[in-house]
């Protein structure tokens, strides 16, 4: 019996808190008819109840890939994800120092994540947006940069997003068009 497994492209929307991540992949989806799917961790710590500790950050990464598989299923062969490991790597760091063992904490969640086609790293550059769940207003360009350094070891490539909403869309119609047309 031959199985076929159906290729789904994956695109990201990363950075730091307050960068319109969340916006940007609603608006992907939306103009590509597509699905996107959300922040896990916005659900989980909502829901919590008590001061988040390293150990949450493993259930925030198994909840994210649930809900990026959920979702990928739900599109078409593109689907958009607001944020994946790289904030919670990046998050880990920032809160909690290097691990002393060597190994993420937010690693474990993760089993075998299938890897972003691309990202969309977005700058900073909106007026930072009060929050319940938001921490750092004044460190989201340091946060920026580790975003930026993950990025050029780890991912298969990326775009800075930077100015208002509608000159970021447009940016990033354009490059998922040059990425994604050809392999339709």
């Known amino acids: 019996m031959q199985v076929s497994q159906q290729y789904t492209f994956k695109i990201v ?3 730091p808190e307050s960068s319109g991540k ?3 992949a609603e608006a992907l989806a939306q103009h590509f008819k597509t699905s996107w799917a959300p922040e896990f961790a916005r659900s989980y710590l909502n829901h919590l109840g008590r001061p988040y500790t390293r150990i949450d950050l493993a259930g925030i990464a198994k ?3 649930s809900w990026e ?5 739900q599109g078409n062969d593109l689907y958009f994800c607001d944020t994946d490991w790289t904030v919670l790597q990046v998050w880990e760091h920032f809160r909690f120092g290097l691990p002393e063992n060597g190994n ?11 890897p972003a086609n691309w990202y969309f790293l977005c700058a900073p550059d909106f007026p930072w947006q009060a929050d319940p ?12 940069d580790w975003y930026e350094d993950i990025l050029n070891e780890r991912s298969g490539g990326y775009t800075v997003l930077r100015g208002p909403h509608d ?13 994604f047309t050809p392999l339709r």
């Open 13 to 15: 929307t990363t950075g």
């Open 22 to 24: 969340s916006i940007m």
């Open 167 to 179: 000159k970021r869309l447009e940016q990033a119609i354009s490059q998922v068009t040059k990425l």
């Open 133 to 144: 769940l938001r921490e750092n207003p004044y460190q989201r360009e340091i946060l920026f």
């Open 69 to 73: 598989q959920w979702y990928a299923r």
């Open 104 to 114: 993420w904490v937010w690693a474990t969640g993760y089993a075998h994540p299938q």
């Open 63 to 65: 909840g994210q890939q």
